[in-house]
T-cell receptor
Framework: AQSVTQLGSHVSVSEGALVLLRCNYS??????LFWYVQYPNQGLQLLLK??????LVKGINGFEAEFKKSETSFHLTKPSAHMSDAAEYFC?????????????FGDGTTLTVKP | DAGVIQSPRHEVTEMGQEVTLRCKPI?????LFWYRQTMMRGLELLIY????????DSGMPEDRFSAKMPNASFSTLKIQPSEPRDSAVYFC?????????????FGPGTRLTVL
């Protein structure tokens, strides 16, 4: 069975500081991994995803994540936080054919950016 | 494309009343998902369809909840009778298919309040 653990339900950084949101997954087969962002009063939207190939994945708004199989991790980073990055971030895993595309979402991490 | 469309955006009803939430997926997408989001339980998958056929409804909380997808461009989630504990934001999402790498595209959600 697949599962996702997001370490830290709340993360606070200063504007311009490094953003690091942690995600660890469990999967019985090679996973597909996603980061979604949810701004207030909106639905989730895709930031980036890992399918196959290069383990460092670049997404929108300057975010990137690295798939580390040995650590079963897919942490999200951004070198310099902007006020507009304040949102809730969800990590998700999908096993593809074994679960017919059903994604399992983490509990979310709320990012606060201080001026 | 207009994205996933949900209606209504807000619904306030009294306990015992029937509630119907509506969703129009992105044209050409074959899969549709219904989620519920609350502070206590996070994001929960209720049911999903592929080619208008329900694939997995194990997340539907009880018999008061039902979902239909009569055609490729429309789905409903019905709660009858509604209870205060059903208060949540309900999201509909669609994806091209059920491949593990497929991104889910979320609608803006329906905020349901049951008094």
């Amino acid at each position: 069975a697949q599962s996702v653990t997001q370490l830290g339900s709340h993360v606070s950084v200063s504007e311009g500081a490094l953003v690091l949101l942690r995600c660890n997954y469990s999967s019985s087969v090679p996973p597909y991994l996603f980061w979604y962002v949810q701004y207030p009063n909106q639905g989730l939207q895709l930031l980036l995803k890992y399918t196959t190939g290069a383990t460092l994945v670049k997404g929108i708004n300057g975010f990137e994540a690295e798939f580390k199989k040995s650590e079963t991790s897919f942490h999200l980073t951004k070198p310099s936080a902007h006020m507009s990055d304040a949102a809730e971030y969800f990590c998700a895993v999908s096993e593809g054919s074994t679960n017919a595309g059903k994604s399992t979402f983490g509990d979310g991490t709320t990012l606060t950016v201080k001026p | 494309d207009a994205g996933v469309i949900q209606s209504p955006r807000h619904e306030v009803t009294e306990m015992g009343q029937e509630v119907t939430l509506r969703c129009k997926p992105i044209s050409g997408h074959n899969s549709l998902f219904w989620y519920r989001q609350t502070m206590m339980r996070g994001l929960e998958l209720l049911i999903y369809f592929n080619n208008n056929v329900p694939i997995d409804d194990s997340g539907m909380p009880e018999d008061r909840f039902s979902a239909k997808m009569p055609n490729a461009s429309f789905s409903t989630l019905k709660i009858q009778p509604s209870e205060p504990r059903d208060s949540a934001v309900y999201f509909c999402a669609s994806s091209p298919g059920l491949a593990g790498a497929d991104t889910q595209y979320f609608g803006p959600g329906t905020r349901l309040t049951v008094l």
